[in-house]
């Protein structure tokens, strides 16, 4: 008989020393420890801590009055506003869930998602009035809308629902004794996929997660305590990567923005010495090619994250040559937004800028506070070797792995199986041991047996002189099976010169893998910027049947 | 009947989306992510992230062979080295419990925490073989005894045991596949209460608490990436705060230490440019009355943290003299160290040193992951008002308590009464939110009906020129019931003045809190420098009794 473990008898959980993590807690910290800290600007608004702790404190009361609670979701169409960050707060304070939604999709994907989220609540700003109006049409039990009239937005749009998010508010209690989830496992966090085809999957957070990705984001970032964070990167997409309650643990100030638009980015920078933001590739770009003006008296050090499949190397060169301290990561909704990061050796310092832009844009390794990440052959569940060469797909485990999807086992069996998220992201594994993407699995061209990555060959074409652009899909070929066919966007103006074009990819890229054609003209993307290949490949396929 | 929830449905826990917290998860990283980054400095000897990661493994699995796992206790009689570095990690990495013992205690304190304990194995530094050997002959079954043979060590001693340490760790697998704890409550540490009188209690933490204070460290102190960490602290005192694991987190580099000695310390902060440290207010003293040439030199920043139940504000303000950025920590080895923090505001910069200095030397507010700190009146369990003047006791709460103490249910359950942890502190909450401690309980004199906090009149004592150390404690008064009475340690060669002493605590105390006598000597200290007032109290009472 084996002796019972000492450490096992007597030292069970109590409410002394074992509390649910949530990111809930940061907010209280922020507003008892610096409650005349602003956490919020927007404007000529100005909010401390403590009162936007009590303006969610309202909001999660005057929810519970309407009868949301445990379990429930509560949607939200709202750009980077306050009362954006304060949905953060209030909505899980009840115990609810939050739900934002893509302020670019249309009324039916809209309606899909309040109707797949069972949306009790929706919280919608006037700007997206007509495609909500829209998309309530739809419905047939519709939630209950409160609108958010911003005293910042003066453009077109009316209000649609019952009360004004204000006055809402004020019916709740700035004292509103909110409690924690009791279980750390609880739902925080609804954020439908955006995916290029098919109908979106309702990925759910956990208050753990949430926790851990908000703290990890001080860890990889080296965040100092009271960043000014500006907010480029939409909150609906990924809760904003954690970053409202990353702010919270922070105790730093959220400078919100409407719009993307490189003066006003720039502006806001320089007004009030932002310290810190995230964004897509495709904001970046903006800022690079912004005139010059827009990026004179910047004084102090400005860092930045981008995050997408494949950010081109382009982007972290022309951040640098800005002077601005670029770092990439990499994550999937699946992951709470970033769950790698390219993590920076100072010896990269010595290097010269294209050769520690090559080092910087990878995906990386995984978070500190991730379990595990890898690359292996989804098949044998095998890791590559470390060679840079042999392809598979990136696979993450840990606690910044969602809980699955909302009311879809099958799907969320497949993504988790094996005891690993599966990305469906192919990559390589470097000596070094970092991973550096390689393709989409759905996009990798097969030439003649030989794998072509799509996004090696986007990113010799955007480091061509005016391209804001490109994506390269496969072109079906009688002798090779598939051949790369790109398709590039231009910066205003310009006109494109097909064979300069290819002999640029020639001197840059095997043979085998060179563009076939090349087809210039504006790029379907979606709502969150992903380019959408499968028109492309639609185009593609109409047109060689055609032939 | 209440609809089911969604979120609760196919959404369980999976091995790719749940993964135990455990500081162990930060070395593996550091180790595969910046192999070649310095992990441990130790005079002549280096060892990088790499290396510790091996030798750890090696220590596993070493252990793993002479049967050590789950639930075992391996105890560790061990300075400031390498070994005790890779004991955080190497230890648990099997399953088993590290027991770091205090190394200045005697045999029979060690031996009745190796027989409490249980410890298996014992890993021991040769300079305590003395009080070892005789620990071991009080043992009926004693573990198998492991000599570290330090090389840098060249001082008394002997091996006691059957095989010296680096002998061992080369009989295990520098590839030792070790396993996360399946939960995270599981034991990780043991940490015995050095406790001013009675037999030790025996402080268990668990992977989840390790993992939290190890990052929470880093956030609160703003801690960049790759800090270079002197080891001032012991590392057998809760665990050195955590830090072990923490620099495992922040891929820094640990700077070994066997003896404090403030030319050594200076020495080291400049040869190798450490960043950060951590001490008792002793250490502190000792570094602010170094001889001057010691200081000379510093260049860079250099950051640290003091905490102890009452740093004489005398520290904090000698600290910041010489340059050091000082916070402020308070916790017990109940919280894994630290689990407050003085969080700085700004604007105190603004204020006069001896206003600066009042303000970081409280005890402050509890760390961001820490989920509750407050003074309540332990009778009723409410909070004390906030006005700076009501006393209370210093309560914590949330997942950076201890499991509990070992095979002491009775202990356990007294001090986490209530959901809260008793830390047996009294305090005050100033109108700022900021807990001031005022006493221990048991050390608060009451004159008069009056309560006088011991802390103060110390605090006031200290600033007087050459005081190195005071101690306040009650003397029996037929009028007052207690009075004052103050213990006095002097610098060396200096001569007291009882008289003079007394006029200078008449200008900054009120009246009845002048000490009426006051002793000139050493003061006893336990191993871990904390003041043993019960010897001061029987020898006050003795002498009162003689008269």
Known sequence: MQAANPYQIGLDKTPANHVSLSPLTFLERAATVYPNTISVIHGDQRFTWQETYARCRRLAS?????????????????????????????????????????????????????????????????????????ALKLLEQPPL????????????????????????????????????????????????????????????????????????NILEWGMPRHAVYLWTLPMFHCNGWCFPWTMAA?????????????RAIFDLIKEHKVTHYCAAPIVHNLLINAPADCKEGIEHGVNCLVAGAA?????????????????????????YGPASVCAKHPEWDNLTLADRTEKNGRQGVRYSMQDGMTVMDPNTMTEVPHDGETMG???????????????????????????????????????????????????????????????EVEDVLCRYPGVITAAVVALPDPKWGEVPCAFVELAEGLEGNEQAVIEYCREHLARFKVPKQIHFGPIPKTSTGKIQKFLLRQQVKSASAIE
């Open 62 to 134: 005057a929810l519970q009055q309407r009868g949301i609670g445990k379990g429930d979701t509560v949607a939200v169409m709202l750009p980077n506003i306050p009362a954006m960050v304060e949905c953060h707060f209030g909505i899980p304070m009840t115990g609810a869930v939050l739900n934002t939604l893509n302020t670019r999709l249309d009324a039916e994907a809209i309606a899909f998602m309040l109707k797949h989220g069972e949306a009790k609540v929706l919280i919608t700003d006037r700007e997206f009035s007509d495609t909500i109006a829209g």
């Open 250 to 262: 922070n105790v730093g100030t959220n400078v919100c923005l409407r719009r993307i638009d490189a």
């Open 311 to 335: 950010p081109p190397s382009s982007v972290i060169e022309g951040m640098e040559k800005l002077g601005f301290n670029i770092t990439h990561v990499y994550g999937l909704t699946e992951t």
């Open 393 to 455: 797909e990136i696979m993450f485990r840990g606690n910044l792995v969602m809980k699955g999807y909302l009311k879809n086992p099958d799907a969320t069996n497949e993504s988790l199986a094996g005891g690993w998220f599966h990305t469906g992201d192919l990559a390589v594994i470097q000596p070094d041991g970092y991973i550096k993407i390689k393709d989409r699995s759905k996009d990798v061209i097969i030439s003649g047996g030989e794998n072509i990555s799509s996004i």
């Open 145 to 216: 809308v409160i609108d958010v009239d911003d005293v910042v937005y003066t453009g077109s749009g009316k209000c649609l629902g019952e009360i004004e998010y204000e006055a809402f508010i004020a019916t709740g209690d700035a004292n509103f004794a909110w409690g924690m989830p009791a279980d750390e496992w609880e739902a925080i966090a609804l954020n439908y996929t955006s995916g290029t085809t098919g109908n979106p999957k309702g990925v759910v957070y956990h208050h753990r997660g949430a926790y851990l990705n908000a703290v990890c």
